[in-house]
Structure formats: structure tokens, C-alpha cells
């Protein structure tokens, strides 16, 4: 059984962005069954048999047998390969699918991330209010960037594949401004996404771990 480590609550910022929701949502298309496992912020995280699996103490981590992984874009392409609802058998539509994979963790996730992160921890930092207009401008020219690929196509190479879960994980970090749900081309393309049945159950599994804590 495949067991996917996530954690039992986090503030609501950060609720339905956390990480493991890429992984429950690659074993969700993939059809693939896992249990989760729930760690709590703090002591659990820095455990000696935790750091064994996640060396830097975050979630998610995939288990399964003896083969232990973290880093979700990792986890999200060794599902793929078990796939071809994530990744196509044809070797060049498969080396694009993982190109976009890639290029959501190294392109637009940096840019993002540093958006969220001026809002969310920095909001009333000075040297963060001078910050913010470039941080926002650069995540701008990546999101029409990546918009100008995307076009009139439903997906990243007209069917879906691990690279747009995996785009679209990473747009959802940008959930507390505009940018992308008000861009013409982002914001339907995020939520075809968002409507993939897949997706609702991984969100639902995850939302549902942290609504049972507060509980």
C-alpha cells in the first residue's frame, strides 16, 4: 500500500496548497489506492525517523515497500511513469509532459512563491512594500509567457498530463491575488483544471484531514 505523508492541520493560508496535494492528486488519476499519514507541525516533523525519510522535515513523502521518496515534482513523475493518464507512452509527448513539469517547480514556482511570501509573512515590512511591485511585475511576465503558449489549447500539449497538475498546483499559490484568476487565458485554464474529478477528491481528502483536527 502506498502511504503519503501530510499534516494533521496547518493555518488556513496555507490550507489546499500544501504540497501532498500534488501527490493525492497524481494517485488520483493514476487510480492508484494510499493511505495517508498525518504529522503534526513541530516535534513530529524533526524526529529522527521522520528526518530518515524527509531530510529537511517537510511533507509530503511517498512510501511504498522499501522505496521512500520526498520532493513532490519527484513523487509526481515516478506516479507518471506508472501512468499514461499522467505521462503519454509516446516517448517525445512524454519528454514534454516532464518538461512542464519541470518548468512549473523552476520557472513559475520561484516567482510565485516569492509573491506569496511578501503578502503573506511581510505584508506591513517596509523593504517588502519596495520589494513588491518587481516581485509582482516578473510574476506577470512569466504568467503571460506561459499564456502565450497556452493559447486557445485546453492544455499544456492539448491533453492533460502530469505537467499541468503540476502547473496548476502552482498557479493555486497565487490563490490570494488576481493574477490569475482575472487573466483571460490562466484563469479558465486553472479551472478546467480545478473541475477535473481527480482534483476535487485529492482537495477534499486533504481539506478534510485539517477539518477533522480543528474538530
Known sequence: MITVYSYKWVPDFAQGVVRDLRVRWALEEAGLDYQEWLIGL?????????????????VPVYAEDDLILFESGAIVLHIGQQSEALLPADPKARARAICWLFSALNTIEPAAQELAGLDLFHAEEAWAAERRPQA???TRKRLDELAAWLGDKAYLEGEF????????????????????????????????CEARPAFERALNDQMLSFQTEAA
Open 42 to 58: 513541530g516535534d513530529d516533523q524533526n524526529t529522527p525517523a521522520y528526518r530518515a525519510c524527509q531530510p529537511y522535515g517537510q
Open 136 to 138: 509582482e511585475a516578473w
Open 161 to 192: 498530463t502530469a505537467g499541468d497538475l503540476m502547473m496548476a498546483t502552482v498557479l493555486r499559490i497565487l490563490r490570494d491575488t488576481d493574477l490569475v484568476t482575472a487573466h483571460p487565458v490562466l484563469g479558465p485554464y486553472l479551472e478546467r
